[in-house]
């Protein structure tokens, strides 16, 4: 009796031949590490990969410093426990010029740290292929990129010329200077997401889980005050609620969700029956129509 | 996920997550494109699915609304397109240009979709997102019926491998349902794909724009008895046939991690294989047993068609990427010939005799097109002659490879029958080929083990063969250089031999011309010949005008390492016009010769040639010594 794979275990073979075919054919490849459940997801994928080895590249995690310190701890510890090579870069030019979401608007703010930084970070290790946790279903632009998906020299995409993908036979190739964006989890929905993190047990930030969180309202979205740098605006206060996060980025730009989900089969029963995506809660996305695609355009994963 | 809602209601707790989840894992799963002319309605069909199996949440449902608005070209109504054409240029021009890749369930099937775009230029998209589907949902706007782009999108669904179509005759509510226009249309589609070899057609009368027949039967169309769209995506059979495949295993990854592992990674193609089965090397015949299927998490018994595992065998065996293992009974082709059709996807035509990267699933080398068979008319499907293959063409080819692969006909496996072409200047994916089967030639030539080498001839003659290969404009002096430089060596005791224009289009090549797909050739076989020369031991002067960075480069690779010498006899245009040895330029100019390199032939200049003489103000005599001091420094002479 043969075995029969189911959606997920067709995802995941997917995705590991993936990882496969560029340790073959790319001489400097990276794994963005973006700390959130896709990056959980992707790194188990990458793990899996390669056993008994350990996975061929580095991770990389471009830390804009507004990220939640939950974050961060929750890096640090899945660093030394799975013993990755873990590089972190950090725009310094940025952090010199004190950019900032409150002062300087998200959109800056995510062009110079994440945009910029990822830029600086890709030339200066000459990577030339690097892993994303982008998945298709989550934004318009994103649903229309290939999962090899090539670069200029300057980073740039150009969605209106991108290279035919036939079958599962990718086209590697580059030239000096120029790279691939790569996306494993690029026919992974959300909902595949969180039941692969429920059948593998893969560890996730604390952050998910419902829990009494300090909150404040703004611009339609409910911000954790996560540190100190947190300025409240006339009228503002701060609320001590039960929130968790269906997506993870900065701080101050991204959306709680009221919650009582504290464990994983809660988060994938509220999931099942969300009436809004996920990308509602990043405010990035919303700035303007066609955002996520010149982002894309300008270098961002 | 409406189902989802409805069972799920967490306040009412019926169902265990868990159990809920392992029933979500069991649905079988769909993958299908749409395509279709311009303006068929395409994107509008996979947003009316979206919309109509509650997967569009109401931040995206807000979203479109406003962009109804701005972008839209459906009045006051939602304008569904918006949902999947996510480019800002698409939504400007209102039309699809790339694929767009949509996920939907239903309570019987998950369902990845592909929406392609309809416009013949972007036909590589559309090819794009078919050779991953199971099933192609061919829109027809009712109004007018089977279009080119209909056609061709059949065709190419077709060759890649898709055997189940939707015929969607759509916008039937604008032509007052008329159960007519509806059968007219589906008969001339039965009639036209005969020859397509596909195993179910089902034609369904729908109005994307409406809903009418996508999820439930449309009391506007009574007349028809089939199933709504939703039902036969949901129950349509795509399985046939792949049970029982022989065993394939192409080889991605050679894992070492250290001196005591050593496993082969890659995913299953088809069939299956299991610990202690006896396994044989596609390319070299060699048999081994399977020792371990290794996984994280735990060994496994066997491994299935989709599943991606690292085999160890008992034997210390080569074998690395490329290669692959396999059944011991039915066993692939190897060869470095074979038939195949090929779908072309560049701005610039295919040239047979150009030489290609050809890729395979895990595989990677040089090829060229030997033979263009015929091209496919894409009305009549006829077979037509042709010398290239221009942009969103297909053609019948025979290919030459430079080393065996091993492969088997895509009928038999898309996964080991499929292969792309990749440019070899600027790296684009210019092709993709279907092989049809081996070309038995290849398995019969086979090489001379030789005793005497290349080596021992070259030892005897005292010398270091070489091809210096003498490139630039006509009039430019390469033939003088050449011939000078023949009378240097000769004096100094060298064995050479001058291939140039006026001894070879004489002879081997009286039957080319001075088109694209002539000059390809032209060059071809002179590097072919000097290659065969300078295995002889001789050093070879070969004075062509060789145009084309690509023959160049193919010749330099085509001759061993280190033994091709690229010169550029640089004159500009204006001097070699005014030069005019052979009063060519003045015909050229006159129009009275076609494709004449420089006037309306370009000429590529090389980008790093090994010697580069610009010949402006300095006597013939002078460049020799230049280039002869260049091969005495390289012990040449």
Not at chain 1, 149 to 163: M, V
Not at chain 2, 14 to 26: H, K, L
Not at chain 2, 305 to 322: H, N
Request: with cysteine; net charge negative.
């Amino acid at each position: 009796m043969p075995l029969a794979l189911t959606h997920l275990d067709r995802l995941e073979a997917e995705a590991i031949h993936i990882f496969r075919e560029v340790a073959a054919t790319f001489s400097n490849p990276v794994m963005l590490y973006s700390i959130g459940k896709d990056s959980s997801v992707l790194m188990h994928l990458a793990m899996k990969a390669f056993y008994p080895a350990k996975p061929p590249f580095p991770f990389l995690h471009v830390d804009t410093t507004w990220k939640f310190r939950e974050m961060i701890a929750f890096r640090d510890r899945m660093a030394e426990h799975l013993g990755f090579d873990l590089l972190v870069h950090i725009n310094e030019e940025g952090v010199r010029d004190g950019i900032n979401p409150f002062d300087h608007g998200s959109n800056t703010h995510t062009h110079v740290m994440k945009t910029l930084a990822l830029r600086q970070a890709l030339d200066k290790y000459g990577f030339d292929a690097a892993f994303g946790g982008a998945r298709r279903d989550e934004e318009k632009a994103r649903a229309k990129e290939r999962i090899f998906s090539f670069r200029s020299a300057g980073h740039g995409w150009d969605p209106k010329n991108q290279r035919p993908e036939m079958w599962k036979i990718y086209n590697t190739r580059v030239a000096p200077g120029e790279s691939i964006r790569v996306f494993p989890l690029s026919n992974w929905t959300e909902q595949d997401i969180w039941q692969y993190i429920l059948q593998e047990e893969i560890p996730i930030v604390p952050l998910y889980f419902a829990k009494k969180r300090p909150v404040v309202d703004r611009g339609g979205m409910t911000i954790m005050v996560d540190d100190e740098r947190m300025r409240l605006q006339p009228g503002e206060k701060v609320e001590e609620r039960m929130v968790r996060f269906r997506t993870l980025g900065c701080y101050p730009l991204t959306g709680a969700i009221p919650s009582a989900a504290t464990t994983l089969e809660e988060i994938v029963g509220e999931m099942l029956t969300a009436r809004t995506s996920e990308r509602q809660g990043r405010l990035i996305d919303r700035d303007e129509a066609g955002s996520m695609e010149k982002k894309k355009r300008e270098g961002y994963f | 996920m409406l189902t989802a809602n409805n069972a799920l209601r967490r306040e009412d707790n019926v169902v265990d997550i868990r159990d809920y989840v392992a029933g979500q894992e069991n649905k079988g799963l769909l993958r299908f494109l749409t395509c279709g002319s311009v303006d068929d309605g395409k994107s509008t069909l996979i947003g009316r699915l979206l919309y109509d199996t509650k997967l569009i949440f109401e931040d995206q449902l807000a979203t479109l609304e406003r962009d109804s608005r701005k972008h839209g070209t459906a009045g006051d109504g939602i304008d569904f397109a918006l949902l999947v054409d996510g480019l800002e240029a698409e939504r400007e021009q209102g039309i699809t240009i790339d694929v767009a890749y949509r996920f939907f369930a239903t309570p019987k099937r998950k369902f990845i979709v592909a929406d392609t775009p309809g416009h013949e230029q972007y036909t590589r998209n559309m090819a794009t997102g078919a050779s991953t589907a199971d099933l192609a949902i061919v829109l027809v706007d009712a109004r007018q019926g089977i279009l080119p782009q209909t056609r061709r999108h059949s065709m190419i669904a077709s060759l890649l491998g898709i055997r189940h179509i939707v015929l969607a005759v759509n916008k039937i509510d604008l032509v007052e349902f008329d159960r007519s226009v509806f059968e007219r249309i589906a008969g001339e589609y039965r009639d036209f794909a005969a020859d397509l070899g596909f195993d179910t057609i089902q034609p369904v009368p729908i109005s994307a724009r409406h809903g009418d027949n996508i999820i439930d039967p449309s009391p506007n169309t009574p007349w028809y008895d089939g199933p709504s769209l939703i039902a036969h995506l949901e129950t349509v059979d795509v399985d046939a046939r792949v049970e029982d495949r022989p065993f394939r295993f192409p080889v991605q990854y050679v894992s070492r991690p250290d001196l005591d592992f050593r496993g082969f990674s890659g995913t299953v193609a088809s069939g299956r294989v299991a610990l202690g089965d006896e396994v044989t090397i596609a390319k070299s015949g060699r048999r081994s047993r399977v020792k371990r299927l290794v996984a994280h998490g735990g060994d496994l018994a066997e491994a299935v068609e989709g599943q991606a595992v690292t085999v160890v065998l008992e034997d210390e065996v080569e074998l690395s990427r490329g290669n692959m293992l396999v059944g011991p009974e039915a066993r692939p082709h190897v060869a470095d010939q074979f038939s195949a059709n090929l779908v072309w996807f560049d701005d610039k035509p295919l040239l047979p005799g150009r030489a290609y990267i050809l890729r395979t699933e895990t595989d990677e080398v040089s090829a060229t097109v030997s033979q263009l068979k015929h091209r496919r008319n894409i009305n009549n499907f006829a077979q037509e002659a042709a010398t290239s293959l221009e942009l969103n063409e297909v053609g019948h080819c025979h290919f030459s490879l430079q080393a065996p692969i091993a492969f088997d006909a895509f009928a038999d496996n898309r996964a080991t029958g499929a292969f792309i072409l990749i440019d070899r200047l600027t790296n684009a994916t210019v092709g993709a080929g279907m092989i049809l089967r081996p070309l038995r030639r290849a398995a019969n030539i086979h090489w001379q083990a030789l005793d005497v080498t290349p080596q021992s001839r070259a030892a005897i003659k005292h010398q270091k063969p070489a091809v210096l290969w003498f490139t630039g404009l006509s009039g430019s002096g390469k033939s003088t250089i050449a011939s000078l430089l023949e009378k240097k060596l000769h004096a100094a005791g060298r064995h050479t031999y001058v291939l140039d224009g006026d001894n070879v289009r004489h002879g081997l090549n009286r039957d080319l011309g001075f088109s694209d797909e002539d000059r390809v050739e032209n060059i071809r076989r002179v590097a072919e010949t000097a290659k065969l020369m300078a295995d002889a031991g001789l050093i070879v002067l070969v004075s062509f005008i060789s145009p084309f960075r690509a023959e160049r480069r193919m010749a330099r690779e085509l001759i061993n390492d280190g033994a091709f010498v690229e010169i550029f006899v640089d004159t500009p245009f204006d001097e070699c016009a005014r030069r005019d040895p052979k009063g060519l330029y003045a015909k050229a100019l006159k129009g009275e010769i076609q494709n004449f390199t420089g006037v309306d032939s370009p000429y590529e200049p090389p980008e790093r040639a090994d010697i580069h003489i610009p010949t402006v103000g300095r006597a013939p005599e002078e460049l020799v010594d230049d280039v002869e001091a260049w091969l005495k420094e390289r012990g040449y002479c």
